[in-house]
Nanobody, 123 residues
Framework: QVQLEESGGGSVQAGGSLRLSCAGR????????MAWFRQSAGKEREGVAF????????QYADSVKGRFTISRDNAQATLYLQMTSLKPEDTAMYYC????????????????WGRGTQVTVSS
């Protein structure tokens, strides 16, 4: 059974940092591209960061470029999102996803999803 489990969310003041983790189980972790998405209240889900297999090339949403870093440890079957200089607008539920099925990663066409971890940034 495939499982993606996010952790590391919490409440932080603006300017602070958090590191999210996503542990993958039940599939060949190293074979698939992975990504982080987020969704805040009343808004559509949006892509945050993408990391190809390898690890390979990374892509970021313009809103997080220079502040967030996506990485993976295939030996530990874990995906990370290091978030710095956090802003109140970064407040959202953050989800990891694996097994991109086609199209742009921003479309969210992934086969596996976690349940999310909440990030709240106060001003």
């Amino acid at each position: 059974q495939v499982q993606l489990e996010e952790s590391g969310g919490g409440s932080v003041q603006a300017g602070g940092s958090l590191r999210l983790s996503c542990a993958g189980r039940g599939y060949d972790f190293a074979r698939y591209s992975m990504a982080w998405f987020r969704q805040s209240a009343g808004k559509e889900r949006e892509g945050v960061a993408f990391l190809s297999v390898g690890p390979g090339p990374t892509q970021y949403a313009d809103s997080v470029k220079g502040r967030f870093t996506i990485s993976r440890d295939n030996a530990q079957a874990t995906l990370y999102l290091q978030m710095t200089s956090l802003k109140p607008e970064d407040t959202a539920m953050y989800y990891c996803a694996a097994y991109q099925r086609g199209g742009s990663w921003l479309s969210g066409n992934f086969g596996y999803w976690g349940r999310g971890t909440q990030v709240t940034v106060s001003s």
